[in-house]
């Protein structure tokens, strides 16, 4: 099993569309969680951590379920400057590193 | 904003070459982390550093690989003997948190690309 996996899209959606991403880990020691965007050829950058009790930053909204080792985000009234690669991110608990899933493409047309 | 700086931002080099990529993390940060990808794949962690020593390694970060924290700001990564398979995006990432605080955002930068000939 993959360490972190996530479904590879690409999600073709209209703008104004809601649209949910999925991420599963394998480690249960594990303690950080996050999502991070990846422009075309450029760095990841953080869009936002993900807490246990869930957390919403204005259209995006994260969910842990420790017990399933899932991990959600949920992007509400998509713009076209939502388009990028959702990278689900997860530290190897008790390890100094984060772990990358392969991303998911998303792409918001008009 | 505060940023990590990475230079050069693109290398072009012969097979069996060393290479040097370096990075200025974050002045008040003190996790390192270099982490590789290469095209159209995901990004691979290759090592952290901490308190001047390499803290883990992946199995990617074999002895042709190195890290030195040279000064007190430089963040280096040397590839002692390049091979094709190493033509990748290098990023270098810092952190002022511990791994296992539960709020270790890594900043990253923009990256070095690597292309080996």
């Known amino acids: 099993r993959k360490e972190v996996e996530q479904d590879p899209g690409p999600f073709n959606v209209p703008e104004g569309a809601t649209v949910a991403f999925n991420c599963t880990y394998s480690n249960s020691a594990s303690q950080s969680f996050f999502w991070y965007r990846q422009d075309c050829r450029k760095e990841p950058k953080l869009l936002m951590s993900?807490?246990?009790s869930g957390n919403e930053d204005g259209r995006f909204t994260a969910q842990l379920n420790r017990a399933s080792q899932y991990i959600s985000l949920l992007i509400r009234d998509s713009k076209l400057s939502d388009s990028a690669t959702y990278l689900c991110v997860v530290n190897a608990g008790g390890y100094n590193k984060l772990i990358f899933g392969a991303g998911t493409r998303l792409a918001v047309h008009p | 904003e505060p940023e990590v700086t990475q230079t050069p931002s693109h290398q072009v080099t012969q097979m069996g070459q060393e290479v040097i990529l370096r990075c200025v993390p974050i002045s008040n940060h003190l996790y390192f982390y270099w982490y590789r990808q290469i095209l159209g794949q995901k990004v691979e962690f290759l090592v952290s550093?901490?308190?001047?020593?390499?803290?883990?390694k992946s199995e990617i970060f074999d002895d042709q690989f190195s890290v030195e924290r040279p000064d007190g700001s430089n963040f280096t990564l040397k590839i002692r003997s390049t091979k094709l398979e190493d033509s990748a995006m290098y990023f270098c990432a810092s952190s002022n948190r511990a791994p296992n605080s539960g709020a270790n955002v890594l900043t990253f930068g923009a990256g070095s690309r690597l292309t080996v000939l």
């Open positions: 550093f901490y308190n001047n020593e390499i803290s883990e």
């Open positions: 993900v807490y246990s």
